[in-house]
T-cell receptor
Framework: DGGITQSPKYLFRKEGQNVTLSCEQN?????MYWYRQDPGQGLRLIYY???????QKGDIAEGYSVSREKKESFPLTVTSAQKNPTAFYLC????????????????FGEGSRLTVL | DAKTTQPPSMDCAEGRAANLPCNHS???????VYWYRQIHSQGPQYIIH???NNETNEMASLIITEDRKSSTLILPHATLRDTAVYYC??????????????FGEGTQLTVNP
C-alpha cells in the first residue's frame, strides 16, 4: 500500500547524542516535511523540502538537520545542539503541483516519539 | 499569512452532530480551508477541504461563509471514535512552502456516550 513510513516508532537517547529519524514515502510526492509536536500543542514545522537536493528551514530548525538525496526519503537528525529534543516527530508529504485532481492534502506518517534520558 | 482561530475544546453527545467552528478572517482569495484530525499519538488525517462552496464527503461536511472569513466542520452523527483534535488550516492547494503549513493547537473534540 502507498504511504509514509516513519521509524523508529519509539526512541530513547542520552543527552549529547545525535539521533536520526527515518521517513520514507512511496507516494511519488515531491514535497516532504518534518513537524515537531509537544504535549497538548499543535504541529510546528522544522524543515521542508520541495524537491530532491533542496530543503528549507521551517519555524524551529535550530538543532536539527535534514537531507533529501532521494525523492522518497527525508531523514531528520536531531543533534546535540537541540536543547529540548523530547517530543513527538511527524513526517508528511504532498504533491507539489496544483490543479486537476490534486487536493493539496498532506499525508502524514504515524510519528516517532523521541525521549532524551 | 492567513491565521486560524479555533476553540480549544468542545463536547458532543454520541449520535448528535458535532459542529466545529474556525475563524480565518485574513484568508486570501486563492487559499483553501483544510481540515485535519489527529487521534491521540497518531499522525493527522485529512478530512475535507473547500474554497468557497460547501463541500461534503463520506466523513464530514464543510460550510464556508459567503465572505469566507469563517467555516464550520460538521460531523453529522458523531461516534466515540471521532474523539480527536481537529485542525483547521488555510493554504493554497498544492502549496509546498512552509509559510502556510503551520498547524495551531486545534479543537479537542470529546464525544461522550
Amino acid at each position: 500500500d502507498g504511504g509514509i513510513t516513519q521509524s523508529p516508532k519509539y526512541l530513547f537517547r542520552k543527552e549529547g547524542q545525535n539521533v536520526t529519524l527515518s521517513c520514507e514515502q512511496n507516494l511519488n510526492h515531491d514535497a516532504m516535511y518534518w513537524y515537531r509536536q509537544d504535549p497538548g500543542q499543535g504541529l510546528r514545522l522544522i524543515y521542508y523540502s520541495q524537491i530532491v537536493n533542496d530543503f528549507q528551514k521551517g519555524d524551529i530548525a535550530e538543532g536539527y538537520s535534514v537531507s533529501r538525496e532521494k525523492k522518497e526519503s527525508f531523514p531528520l537528525t536531531v543533534t546535540s545542539a537541540q536543547k529540548n529534543p523530547t517530543a513527538f516527530y511527524l513526517c508528511a508529504s504532498s504533491i507539489a503541483a496544483t490543479g486537476g485532481l490534486n487536493t493539496g492534502e498532506l499525508f502524514f506518517g504515524e510519528g516517532s516519539r523521541l525521549t532524551v534520558l | 499569512d492567513a491565521k486560524t482561530t479555533q476553540p480549544p475544546s468542545m463536547d458532543c453527545a454520541e449520535g448528535r452532530a458535532a459542529n466545529l467552528p474556525c475563524n480565518h478572517s485574513t484568508i486570501s482569495g486563492n487559499e483553501y480551508v483544510y481540515w485535519y484530525r489527529q487521534i491521540h499519538s497518531q499522525g493527522p488525517q485529512y478530512i475535507i477541504h473547500g474554497l468557497k462552496n460547501n463541500e461534503t464527503n463520506e466523513m464530514a461536511s464543510l460550510i464556508i461563509t459567503e465572505d469566507r472569513k469563517s467555516s464550520t466542520l460538521i460531523l453529522p452523527h458523531a461516534t466515540l471514535r471521532d474523539t480527536a483534535v481537529y485542525y483547521c488550516i488555510v493554504r493554497v492547494a498544492g502549496e509546498t512552502s512552509g509559510s502556510r503549513l503551520t498547524f495551531g493547537e486545534g479543537t479537542q473534540l470529546t464525544v461522550n456516550p
